[in-house]
């Protein structure tokens, strides 16, 4: 059957009291529960900037431009590709082997895993650079900014989700913990113990396996060893923004308490899933593993 992850409203249809529109259109891809290895994305910065060119004569978010197109529904089943948003991705398109497919693929398959996610089939995802506008700058005539009004939303977009996945890729160095955006997000989702799940590509799913059983140690360094002060952003006014949202929720050291809490929470997701390895194991071998120290 199908799963299609991607589901999105723009922000501002999703956050809003008023009956929705018609439903939002679908993205280019359709995924399926036998994998994706069947779709091909360009580099991740022409991804980025073919959407943002397809919403040149609107402004608005990529969805919203597809909105106003009435293409909203399969073609073939005439069922909605889009619902309400639950589930929070966090993510980032720089670094090598980092595609739309790819990330379509890891979110699929964690979502799939997860015993406490009701109906994957089901899961609606908010993919920031579909949902918000990609455009900065004042608008003649209204003298908004899209794209400042989309991120503005951000405190009402994550208490709407009830999970949070983080695509980290490659497990080794995963390039979301070096980003700042990611790691906000990630700390909005712990303050409101939202689940977090970690979305893996298939090769990273084989190495995180090998660490577990060969290498914990260095597994768990990986992923608390967190410098948020030291994070990156593309835009940097957003890096500047985003430290002052920081020091506003956390107060003066709240850089160091952003380590503790990212650090925590991957330490609870390195424990199930350590836990979860080593009963696989004793299942398949039946009888007792060698388990990782958590």
């Avoid at 431009?65 to 293409?71: D, E, F, I, K, P």
């Avoid at 009402?156 to 913990?177: F, G, H, N, S």
């Avoid at 990630?186 to 970690?198: E, F, Q, T, Y």
Wanted: with cysteine.
């Amino acid at each position: 059957g199908r799963c299609p992850p991607g589901h999105i409203y723009p922000v501002r249809v999703l956050l809003s009291d008023s009956p929705p529109p018609p439903p939002p259109l679908p993205l280019t891809f359709r995924s399926t529960r036998a994998g994706t290895d069947h779709l091909t994305t360009p580099p991740a910065a022409s991804q980025l900037h073919s959407g943002k060119a397809c919403t040149l004569h609107t402004g608005t978010s990529f969805v919203e431009a597809c909105m106003a197109a009435g293409l909203t529904h399969d073609p073939d089943t005439g069922e909605p590709y889009f619902g309400r948003m639950d589930t929070f991705v966090s993510y980032t398109w720089r670094g090598e082997g980092i595609t739309l497919a790819n990330l379509v693929a890891a979110v699929e398959a964690v979502l799939v895993a997860d015993p406490n996610v009701p109906d994957p089939a089901a899961a609606a995802c908010f993919v920031d650079v579909f949902v918000c506008a990609q455009h900065r700058g004042v608008r003649p005539g209204s003298g908004t900014c899209p794209n400042a009004t989309d991120v503005d939303k951000f405190e009402e977009v994550i208490d709407a989700c009830a999970r949070l996945v983080l695509y980290a890729t490659p497990l080794t160095q995963p390039k979301a913990l070096s980003r700042v955006w990611c790691l906000f997000e990630l700390m909005s989702a712990v303050k409101r113990d939202r689940p977090v799940l970690i979305a893996l590509s298939a090769e990273d799913r084989a190495e995180l396996r090998r660490l577990l059983l060969e290498d914990f140690d260095r597994l768990v360094a990986m992923f608390t060893t967190i410098k948020s002060e030291n994070a990156e952003a593309t835009v940097a006014a957003d890096r500047d923004m985003i430290f002052g949202w920081i020091e506003r929720d956390l107060g003066a050291a709240g850089f160091r308490e952003l380590d503790q809490m990212v650090a925590g929470g991957m330490r609870g997701w390195l424990a199930a899933t350590a836990k979860a390895l080593v009963e696989a194991e004793e299942e398949a071998g039946g009888g007792a593993a060698s388990s990782p120290h958590v």
